[in-house]
């Protein structure tokens, strides 16, 4: 009983230490979202290629890292399972924000409702055409969206090896979802400026909770988090022969 009480004191533990505010940050993304999906198709298949795309080559190197301890860890335990995979995702989506030059304040839970022109845009690249958008964008910017739609379809079936294709798709992808819903340029900035504001709203709400937590750098975190939990496990087993 006493050691399953350490056991999950240190779960415990761990989960705050990833949940530590490191910067004010808000996006849109969600555990529903294109970048997540592949975040589970690189655990399932254990190739980080299926996420590399998200990312800029700068940082291939921190989301590789953070995927390979991910995968030592998320077998030890359900609980390990658990925190590991969160903690990629989590990781793999501020990286992904921070290339664009976009804040961060976490993955969306599934079932988050997204804008309905986003939506419909997913829905027809997974169609092959733009029936879905019909009478939602328009009409002077349809032609530059059908242009924006051709491209994603072109670069759409690339291996998921080829790293630097997977780039080239994810750009247009981003660039034609934008485009569908109006947040091209101008939207964009607003875009930017209403992530600002969440951000601001989500850390003001957070404050007395984390106003005498320490700042704790993310791959600092993660590492520290992840050995913990091995080293807590291990003993655990240890202890239990």
Do not use: Q
Not at 75 to 94: I, Q
Not at 96 to 111: D, I, L, N, Q, Y
Request: net charge negative; charged share 30%.
């Amino acid at each position: 009983m006493k050691k399953s009480k350490i056991i999950s004191s240190l779960l415990v533990a761990l989960t705050l230490i990833v949940s530590l505010p490191t910067m004010a940050s808000a996006h849109c993304d969600t555990m529903d979202g294109p970048t997540i999906t592949d975040a589970k198709k690189a655990i399932e298949n254990n190739n980080a290629n299926y996420v590399l795309k998200w990312v800029t080559p700068e940082n291939e190197k921190e989301v590789s890292t953070i995927f390979d301890l991910t995968m030592k860890v998320k077998d030890l335990s359900p609980e390990a399972k658990k925190l590991s995979e969160n903690y990629f995702f989590e990781n793999l989506v501020r990286i992904h924000r921070e290339g664009e030059g976009a804040p961060f304040t976490g993955v969306k839970p599934s079932g988050t409702v997204i804008d309905p022109k986003e939506a419909a845009a997913d829905k027809s690249i997974e169609a092959g055409n733009l029936s879905p958008l019909e009478n939602l964008v328009e009409n002077d910017k349809i032609p530059e969206l059908k242009e924006r739609f051709e491209k994603v379809m072109s670069l759409k079936d690339y291996d998921v090896n080829d790293v630097k294709a997977g780039r080239e798709y994810v750009e247009a992808y981003v660039g034609f979802i934008h485009f569908a819903a109006e947040e091209e340029e101008e939207g964009a900035h607003h875009e930017s400026e209403s992530h600002v504001v969440e951000a601001e709203n989500s850390v003001e709400k957070n404050h007395d909770k984390a106003e005498d937590l320490p700042v704790i750098p993310w791959s600092l975190a993660g590492i520290f988090s992840l050995s913990t939990l091995i080293l807590g496990i291990a003993y655990h087993k240890k202890a239990s022969k």
